[in-house]
């Protein structure tokens, strides 16, 4: 039978097959291949003896969080403790465009903001729109509803965002545990300590404890390059420009002219060491 693992608890794999879950094992030749299981993966597995006897071919993995076969992924960044910040967001988008995940932006807790720190960041929102990503709030849940149907979704972003809040108002049978953000630290307490896939929806979500750790010093320089989306829209007349020092350079006079998002390009150069 082929069925998808969808929790974790130390070495029990918990395989989903018909609506039914079978708490399972691994093969022994598995750890000695060196084959990490990873909630989300498809796998042909035996209900009978309860053992799991090969991992399918992926459309894609992460390894923080430890999770496979996304197809899409909420961003959820708070616009106020912690506060908004372009660099973050950035960050998880350019980890979803390297790894073929659509990316969707979900903002919240816009009622602790004032109006006009409200208008400024939703002008920064308004570019990302233009470039092609979708910006939802956390307000509106029917349109979140309607965005899970027949997808994979990682709901991830800032630590204390209210990922785990935003997933119980989809599904009130969730009751995830919601933790307060730390008034000392400014940022949120990981309330989410394990990885686990659920039916919501008419979809598949998986609830995660966030990126916790991005290290661009994994991807190239070009593939981070590729990853800002709107760059391809200022083609340079060298194929291989860096955006950084170059003459003559597309990109950067696009941010000159506020074409560009400067708080983008400042993000980009950050992301390559520049």
Do not use: W
């Amino acid at each position: 039978m082929i069925g998808q693992i969808i929790k974790i608890d130390r070495n029990l794999y918990y395989v989903s097959y018909n609506k039914e879950t079978y708490g399972c094992k691994c093969r022994g030749i598995f750890y000695k291949n060196n084959i990490d299981p990873l909630v989300g993966d498809f796998c042909k597995f035996s209900p009978e003896k309860l053992l799991i006897e090969e991992i399918l071919p992926r459309k894609n993995s992460f390894n923080r969080p430890r999770v496979s076969n996304i197809t899409q992924a909420i961003v959820v960044i708070s616009l106020k403790n912690p506060d908004f910040s372009t660099n973050l967001l950035d960050r998880f988008l350019v980890v979803l465009e390297i790894n073929k995940v659509k990316p969707i932006i979900c903002i919240t807790k816009e009622d602790l903001i004032d109006k006009n720190t409200l208008i400024n960041i939703k002008k920064i929102l308004s570019y990302y729109e233009k470039i092609g990503y979708l910006v939802v709030s956390n307000n509106d849940i029917d349109k979140i509803k309607s965005l899970l149907k027949d997808e994979t979704t990682v709901f991830t972003g800032q630590t204390g965002a209210g990922k785990s809040s935003l997933l119980n108002k989809i599904d009130k049978n969730l009751s995830l545990e919601v933790g307060e953000v730390s008034l000392a630290l400014g940022r949120g307490r990981h309330t989410t300590r394990e990885v686990s896939l659920y039916e919501v929806a008419e979809g598949k979500v998986l609830d995660t404890p966030g990126f916790s750790f991005i290290d661009f010093k994994e991807y190239s320089i070009e593939s981070i390059k590729n990853s800002f989306i709107e760059f391809a829209n200022f083609p340079c007349i060298y194929k291989d420009c860096l955006h950084t020092n170059e003459k003559e350079c597309c990109v950067k006079k696009a941010v000159m002219d506020k074409k560009i998002l400067k708080e983008r390009y400042d993000d980009y150069l950050k992301f390559i060491g520049r």
